[in-house]
């Protein structure tokens, strides 16, 4: 049981750690084309 709960809080935080990363990289393009159009 505690080797599932082990495994399954691991895939969350991969799950997490990704969507966090890519959700980061999103704003800093947006970023980067929102100052390319202004600058």
């Known amino acids: 049981m505690f080797g599932k709960m082990q495994s399954l809080a691991k895939k969350v935080l991969c799950f997490t ?3 966090v990363i890519g959700y980061m990289a999103d704003i800093s393009e ?4 929102t100052v390319v159009k202004f600058g």
């Open 17 to 19: 750690l990704n969507a």
């Open 30 to 33: 947006g970023i980067e084309e």
